[in-house]
């Protein structure tokens, strides 16, 4: 497995692009197959889970090439709904594929994803809200196998906002007969961009963006041409880490409104951020201030995604502060690799009591996931020293080479990749 080595203690300072939304592309990915011809997604960035989803995409009979940032699919030669459960086990977000092949074909036959390192991800929300637009559901061990004659459109209530379940009856209503309202329906932005993307299809869809979103059903989509947002967890990612090495960071390609939580956050810590257009400007030169209490809520409340990076910035912080994790009952497994690098923080069930440090200190930690990987590398660049970040895989799931990301902006930080005798090159 890969490895980072970071030499830390230097201010990030310069300007950098910001990558498309890895949660926008996916279900739009997804949503694709809702349509028969030729369909061009641009700013799909080069990560593995987008190559997970292209190699499923690949394995169900559709063409898909991703050359720099544009992914190209023909789905015309779509032929199977199987999802088979080797790939299904690779990437949580094959889900996504069960409404739109459902829509498409009238069944879908998928595996249970399980859980995850940071919790238990349950999908019955998926489940009741497909049943609710007629679709039978048979379960056997880990197999679901899903049938629809006819969908047709309904009433939905989600018990909980979840973002993928709201993705999931979204696309599976768009071809549905009639209206489908879903209420208490997440606001996440990529939900709006799903949004956005259907209706270029054709789509009927409002309400994006809002609690309730009303779909009438249509027969037919047309293919079309479509543009990702930028990721917001990649520029909140960056601004964070700018922050902690106490720099200077211009981002570009950002879309600051969806980002307004973390602006409020790291306004308070005391750090510099100035806004333009799609442009964010942030800086830092003082020891960040603490802040009493943060709590990870759906959009548009602080983003469970930030949890771990922000916490960096608080474990440098001048007093204590407090994280609530409402989302994943398993998101704070950074803090025991935190504690490795000098960090004061102690878990109680949900919550994370910090006790700012005035430096941390270069070890050796392991990414136990995503967001987990993004705030060890953070924790590399402003501490004191060398880091070693191990199990690099899981970094590479949401960040295009954060490496070569954190380069431009003069980090110093190699990758090191095992080969067969187990010496390592960069
Ligand atoms: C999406 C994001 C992920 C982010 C999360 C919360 C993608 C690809 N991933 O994940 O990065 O961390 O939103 O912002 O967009 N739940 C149920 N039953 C369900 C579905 C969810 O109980 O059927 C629970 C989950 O266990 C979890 C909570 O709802 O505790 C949030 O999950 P959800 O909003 O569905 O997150 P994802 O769509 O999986």
């Known amino acids: 497995m890969d490895k980072l080595v970071i030499e830390g203690g230097k201010p990030l300072s310069g300007t950098i692009v910001i990558q498309g939304a890895k949660n926008a592309a996916l279900p739009i990915l997804a949503a694709s197959m809702l349509v028969e011809g030729k369909v061009t997604i641009d700013h799909v960035p ?59 074909f009238g069944e879908v036959t998928i595996y249970q994803p399980g859980g995850c390192a940071i919790g238990e991800r349950k999908i019955d929300l998926h489940l009741s809200g497909l049943q609710a637009l007629g679709a039978e559901i048979e379960e056997d061990g880990s197999r679901i196998a899903c049938y629809a004659k006819k969908l047709r459109g309904a009433e939905i209530h989600l018990d909980f906002p979840s973002v993928g379940a709201t993705e999931n009856i979204m696309m599976a209503a768009v071809l549905a007969e009639g209206l489908t309202t879903i209420s208490n329906a997440a606001r996440e932005p990529e939900i709006q961009d799903l949004q956005h993307f259907l209706n270029r299809m054709g789509a009927k869809i409002i309400g994006a963006g809002t609690d309730t979103i009303t779909v009438e059903g249509v027969e037919k989509l047309e293919p079309c041409s479509y543009q990702v947002i930028p990721d917001r967890i990649v520029t909140g990612t960056v601004m964070v880490a700018a922050a902690a090495t106490r720099g200077q960071v211009t981002l570009l390609n950002t879309c600051p409104s969806h980002l307004t939580s973390l602006i409020h956050v790291l306004r308070r810590t005391g750090v510099q ?12 030169a003082m020891r960040p201030k603490s802040i009493d209490r943060i709590v990870t809520s759906p959009y548009p409340a602080f983003p469970t995604d930030l949890q771990s990076q922000i916490m960096v910035l608080l474990a440098l912080a001048d007093g204590v502060s407090v994280m609530k994790e409402t989302i994943f009952e398993g998101r704070f497994k950074h803090v025991d690799e935190l504690a490795r690098m000098g960090a004061d923080i102690r878990v109680d069930l949900s919550s994370a009591f910090i006790r700012g440090v005035s430096r941390l200190y270069g070890a050796t930690v392991e990414a136990t996931d995503l967001r987990a990987g993004a705030a060890l590398v953070i924790a590399g660049l402003a501490a004191q020293g060398k880091t070693v970040v191990e199990q690099v895989h899981h970094i590479d799931r949401g960040y295009d080479r954060i490496e ?23």
């Open 404 to 426: 070569a990301m954190f380069g431009r902006l003069g980090a110093r930080m190699t990758r090191f990749t095992p080969i067969a005798n187990n010496t390592v090159v960069p």
């Open 273 to 284: 951020i100035a806004v333009d257009g799609d442009i964010i400007k942030v800086g830092a």
């Open 46 to 104: 080069k990560l593995l889970d987008i190559d997970v989803m292209l190699n499923i995409l690949r394995e169900l009979g559709c063409r898909a090439e991703h050359e720099d940032e544009t992914v190209q699919l023909d789905t015309s030669t779509l032929h199977s709904s199987h999802i088979p459960e080797a790939l299904m086990r690779q990437m949580r977000s094959s889900i996504f594929l069960m409404g739109p092949l459902l829509a498409r």
